[in-house]
């Protein structure tokens, strides 16, 4: 049996659900895995997912471990590109030119946030992201109770992401992950993001589903190119039956209905695998 702080916890945090998983042993095995609902209230506020939070804590199941919690893209994460400049920037002067870009895109709304710049050879464009101030220490407060170290805190779209790279085609191809409620998608150009595309989704699947396909219409070219790859629930892989310009890369994991359990799970089980 291994040693509880070698064993560590993925969480999920979206506005209306929780999902955890534990891991631990040497071949990092699933030791526990729960999804449950939080009470209905302003989707932003994270009072009543940190309190939903804490009572699951409260079970020694998910004690004295480490913590790699993502997060919902919406509502709590906003991204823009940034180009390289040429010139020999410092890291405070490149996170203040990500602040204007981010500003410059999403106003003053996420003036305030804490933003994180991601890792970019010398002449290639990076990746800023912009999350609540409040956000990481609320869910260390929650942790602690439980004896639980935070190692890291990531968005879903860059976590999902990860997960599927190298399934993907380094150049013009679109990955998108969907969520209860929104979509977040990026176009990929020599391997890297060149473009970030967010959007809220109505309660339409159907709908939505008939943008999505005209979404990939009209990314291609007129060669045929700019494959787009869904990352989604199973529900709506079949629903939407064929390829219809899609490839799904979703693994079916038994969801038969929108917000059914699922598709979070086999996000964190990828997350610490």
């Given at each position: 049996?291994?040693?509880?702080?070698?064993?560590?916890?993925?969480?999920?945090?979206?506005?209306?659900?929780?999902?955890?998983?534990?891991?631990?042993?040497?071949?990092?095995?699933?030791?526990?895995?729960?999804?449950?609902?939080?009470?209905?209230?302003?989707?932003?506020?994270?009072?009543?997912?940190?309190t939903r939070l804490?009572?699951?804590?409260?079970?020694?199941?998910?004690?004295?471990?480490?913590?790699?919690?993502?997060?919902?893209?919406?509502?709590?994460?906003?991204?823009?590109?940034?180009?390289?400049?040429?010139?020999?920037?410092?890291?405070?002067?490149?996170?203040?030119?990500?602040?204007?870009?981010?500003?410059?895109?999403?106003?003053?709304?996420?003036?305030?946030?804490?933003?994180?710049?991601?890792?970019?050879?010398?002449?290639?464009?990076?990746?800023?992201?912009?999350?609540?101030?409040?956000?990481?220490?609320?869910?260390?407060?929650?942790?602690?109770?439980?004896?639980?170290?935070?190692?890291?805190?990531?968005?879903?779209?860059?976590?999902?992401?990860?997960?599927?790279?190298?399934?993907?085609?380094?150049?013009?191809?679109?990955?998108?992950?969907?969520?209860?409620?929104?979509?977040?998608?990026?176009?990929?150009?020599?391997?890297?993001?060149?473009?970030?595309?967010?959007?809220?989704?109505?309660?339409?699947?159907?709908?939505?589903?008939?943008?999505?396909?005209?979404?990939?219409?009209?990314?291609?070219?007129?060669?045929?190119?700019?494959?787009?790859?869904?990352?989604?629930?199973?529900?709506?892989?079949?629903?939407?039956?064929?390829?219809n310009g899609l490839?799904?890369?979703?693994?079916?994991?038994?969801?038969?209905?929108?917000?059914?359990?699922?598709?979070?799970?086999?996000?964190l089980r990828r997350?610490?695998?």
């Open positions: 049996m291994s040693r509880p702080w070698r064993d560590e916890v993925a969480i999920y945090l979206a506005p209306r659900r929780l999902a955890l998983v534990r891991r631990g042993g040497l071949r990092r095995r699933v030791l526990a895995a729960a999804e449950v609902p939080v009470p209905a209230g302003p989707a932003a506020d994270l009072g009543p997912l940190f804490g009572e699951v804590l409260a079970d020694s199941t998910w004690h004295r471990a480490s913590v790699r919690a993502v997060v919902a893209d919406h509502p709590w994460a906003r991204y823009v590109v940034v180009p390289w400049l040429d010139s020999r920037l410092g890291a405070s002067a490149r996170l203040a030119h990500a602040r204007y870009l981010l500003g410059d895109t999403y106003g003053d709304a996420v003036a305030d946030w804490a933003v994180t710049l991601s890792e970019a050879p010398p002449g290639r464009s990076c990746v800023a992201c912009a999350m609540p101030p409040g956000l990481r220490s609320s869910l260390e407060d929650a942790l602690a109770p439980a004896e639980l170290a935070l190692l890291s805190l990531r968005p879903r779209l860059v976590v999902a992401f990860n997960a599927w790279r190298r399934h993907l085609p380094a150049n013009d191809a679109w990955f998108v992950s969907l969520d209860d409620g929104s979509l977040s998608a990026v176009h990929l150009r020599q391997g890297a993001w060149d473009r970030v595309h967010m959007a809220r989704l109505s309660p339409d699947w159907a709908l939505e589903l008939e943008r999505l396909q005209a979404f990939a219409r009209l990314t291609r070219d007129a060669k045929g190119s700019g494959r787009m790859f869904v990352d989604g629930p199973a529900w709506m892989r079949r629903k939407v039956g064929g390829s490839e799904w890369l979703t693994e079916g994991e038994g969801d038969e209905e929108p917000g059914t359990p699922g598709g979070e799970l086999a996000l997350v610490n695998a």
